[in-house]
């Protein structure tokens, strides 16, 4: 069975420039969550979505990121402009949740340099 | 603050030793979940308790949940190896919205 499918497993760009990064969740999970690790910070929740609808963004930094889910079978996270402290790897998941107690399946995640 | 919270923040033990990694949490729950996460790779779920469980197995882990104590134990048996890797529980509050919660994880490493 195909996981959570993230690209690019890596990312090295420079301050200022957009960066998107893209998840396939597994077919017929109808959650999806974009989370941040750091080593300062450990996982963050960035945002969820629930049947393709944005529940809760409250863990979004600021302005400046941005998620979508044009369908149940994609999502973006963007960033724009980045800046050297968004370094950290960015994580999706997904799950059949909705209701709890249903185990997340995360992607192998984005590592992300900005310099 | 992080609603679960491993301790100890790192263990290291020999080969065929039992590892024990707690969680614990600050307001009442649903569920609590362990997870395990290999260097460069994303988070693997390896267990879930409900509130009203106690105990459950699943090979060679064993989960307890005191929730009077607002507490959870994770223990592996006959450690080997390719246990080497960071360990995180993960909580979704009672009432709440039934996202989890993860803490900062235990860092584990196996000796050969």
Request: charged share 20%; with cysteine.
């Amino acid at each position: 069975d195909a996981g959570v499918i993230q690209s690019p497993r890596h990312e090295v760009t420079e301050m200022g420039q957009e960066v998107t990064l893209r998840c396939k969740p597994i077919s017929g999970h109808n959650s999806l969550f974009w989370y941040r690790q750091t080593m300062m910070r450990g996982l963050e929740l960035l945002i969820y979505f629930n049947n393709n609808v944005p529940i809760d963004d409250s863990g979004m930094p600021e302005d400046r990121f941005s998620a979508k889910m044009p369908n149940a079978s994609f999502s973006t996270l963007k960033i724009q402009p980045s800046e050297p402290r968004d370094s950290a790897v960015y994580f999706c998941a997904s799950s059949l949740g909705g209701m709890g107690g249903q185990p997340q399946h995360f992607g192998d995640g984005t590592r992300l340099s900005i310099l | 603050s992080q609603q679960g919270e491993e301790d100890p923040q790192a263990l290291s033990i020999q080969e065929g030793e039992n590892a024990t990694m707690n969680c614990s949490y600050k307001t009442s729950i649903n569920n609590l979940q362990w997870y395990r996460q290999n260097s460069g790779r994303g988070l693997v779920h390896l267990i879930l308790i409900r509130s009203n469980e106690r105990e459950k197995h699943s090979g060679r882990l064993r989960v307890t949940l005191d929730t009077s104590k607002k507490s959870s134990s994770l223990l592996i048996t006959a450690s080997r190896a390719a246990d080497t890797a960071s360990y995180f529980c993960a909580t979704d509050v009672s009432g709440g919205s039934y996202i989890p919660t993860f803490g900062r994880g235990t860092s584990l490493i196996v000796h050969p």
